[in-house]
């Protein structure tokens, strides 16, 4: 069992940066794809970028791409999102997950942890 802690969500004005951090504990954590999913009011939990074991494949969404990274230290077993240039539209609850499968597919994650929000004000 993989336990998933994030942290580093709040607000922030339009144009400024956030790092949210996934720490997983309970498994091997260079064994897991890691992603990052979001999910605003009134809408469908989305993409927004993912990584695998070996961080050898990044992906994001179109919609973030040249904004946001995702990154992952082992040592630390953290993955990592960095946010730039945030805009109003990048509010929402941020969520980590974990999986064995590609990371690039919302079926590959079997872990989530409980979500961050950010707020970003225009």
């Known amino acids: 069992q993989v336990l998933l802690v994030e942290s580093g969500g709040g607000w922030v004005q339009a144009g400024g940066s956030l790092r949210l951090s996934c720490a997983a504990s309970?498994?091997?954590?260079?064994?897991?794809?890691m992603g990052w999913f979001r999910q605003a009011p009134g809408k469908e939990r989305e993409f927004v970028a993912g990584?695998?074991?070996?961080?050898?494949?990044?992906h994001s969404a179109d919609s973030v791409r040249g904004r946001f990274t995702i990154s992952r230290d082992y040592a630390k077993n953290t993955a990592y999102l960095q946010m730039n240039r945030l805009k109003p539209e990048d509010s929402a609850v941020y969520y980590c997950?974990?999986?064995?499968?590609?990371?690039?597919?919302?079926?590959?994650?079997?872990?989530w942890g409980q979500g961050t929000e950010v707020t970003v004000s225009s």
């Open positions: 997950a974990a999986g064995l499968g590609e990371p690039n597919k919302h079926s590959s994650y079997e872990y």
């Open positions: 309970g498994g091997t954590f260079s064994s897991y794809a």
């Open positions: 990584i695998s074991r070996s961080a050898d494949w990044a």
